[in-house]
C-alpha cells in the first residue's frame, strides 16, 4: 500500500475485555512504532521493533500491554483486560532510516479505542 | 526524561494573520522535527532541523532550531484556514540513538475565515 494502515479506526469495548490492534506499514520499512495519544495531547512513546532486534519495549505502561511483528511485516498491539484510562488513540508509524540525527516517520491514521 | 513544551497550548486566529508557535526544553536534542496532524489522521512530517541556528523555510512556514538546540519556533505567515491543525513538535535525544521521538504536548491551531 502507498501508506500505514491500522485497523479497526474505531474500536469500542467494555472494561475488562481484551482487544488486539493491527498496524500494515509501509512496504520495506524496518523500523515500527507504536503510540498512544490522549484527547488533544501529543504522543506518547509504547514500543518500537527494528528488523529482527529484540524490540524496544520501554514505553509499555503496564503488563496488560503486548505487541508484536512477524519480520518486517504485520504489527499488533493487544491490550489485556481493558481498562477506562486505555481510551485514547493508538498510532503506529514506520520508518526506512533511522541515523543518530534523522528519523523520518510514517504515520497511520489510528485506532480510536474506547473503553467503556 | 527529555520533556518538550509546547506554547501556547491553544490558538485561534484570523485568516490572514501571522503567529508563532513554541517548543522549549531544558535538554539538548541532536535534532528536532515538526508534525503537523489533522483531525483523524496521524501527524505529518513538515520538516527536520539539526544544526543550531538552522533555519528553514517552507511557503509560509518558517523554522528556527536555538543556538543551543534545546528549543524551536514554527513561524507562519499569513495564515489560510489549510493551516488549522496540531502542531506536534518531537526531538531526537543526543545519546546517539534517533529511535526513540521525544514528543510535545502539541499546540491546537485554529485558523478562522
Known amino acids: 500500500g502507498a501508506g500505514v494502515s491500522q485497523s479497526p479506526s474505531n474500536k469500542v469495548t467494555e472494561k475488562g475485555k481484551d482487544v488486539e490492534l493491527r498496524c500494515d506499514p509501509i512496504?520495506?520499512?524496518?523500523?515500527l512504532y507504536w503510540y498512544r495519544q490522549r484527547l488533544g495531547q501529543g504522543l506518547e512513546f509504547l514500543i518500537y521493533?527494528?528488523?529482527?532486534?529484540?524490540?524496544?519495549k520501554s514505553g509499555l505502561p503496564s503488563d496488560r500491554f503486548s505487541a508484536e511483528r512477524t519480520g518486517e511485516s504485520v504489527s499488533t498491539l493487544t491490550i489485556q483486560r481493558t481498562q477506562q484510562e486505555d481510551s485514547a488513540v493508538y498510532l503506529c508509524?514506520?520508518?526506512?532510516?533511522?541515523?543518530?540525527?534523522?528519523?523520518?516517520?510514517?504515520f497511520g491514521p489510528g485506532t480510536r479505542l474506547t473503553v467503556l | 526524561t527529555q520533556l518538550l513544551e509546547q506554547s501556547p497550548q491553544f490558538l485561534s486566529i484570523q485568516e490572514g494573520e501571522n503567529l508563532t508557535v513554541y517548543c522549549n526544553s531544558s535538554?539538548?536534542?541532536?535534532?528536532l522535527q515538526w508534525y503537523r496532524q489533522e483531525p483523524g489522521e496521524g501527524p505529518v512530517l513538515l520538516v527536520t532541523?539539526?544544526?543550531?541556528?538552522e533555519v528553514k523555510k517552507l511557503k509560509r512556514l518558517t523554522f528556527q532550531f536555538g543556538d543551543a538546540r534545546k528549543d524551536s519556533s514554527l513561524h507562519i505567515t499569513a495564515a489560510q484556514t489549510g493551516d488549522t491543525g496540531l502542531y506536534l513538535c518531537?526531538?531526537?535525544?543526543?545519546?546517539?540513538?534517533?529511535?526513540?521521538?521525544?514528543f510535545g504536548s502539541g499546540t491546537q491551531l485554529t485558523v478562522l475565515p
Open positions: 508509524a514506520s520508518s526506512l532510516v533511522v541515523t543518530p540525527t534523522y528519523n523520518e516517520q510514517f
Open positions: 512496504s520495506g520499512h524496518t523500523a
Open positions: 521493533f527494528q528488523g529482527n532486534s529484540a524490540p524496544d
Open positions: 535538554s539538548v536534542f541532536s535534532s
Open positions: 532541523v539539526v544544526t543550531g541556528g
Open positions: 518531537a526531538g531526537v535525544p543526543p545519546t546517539g540513538s534517533a529511535r526513540q521521538l521525544t
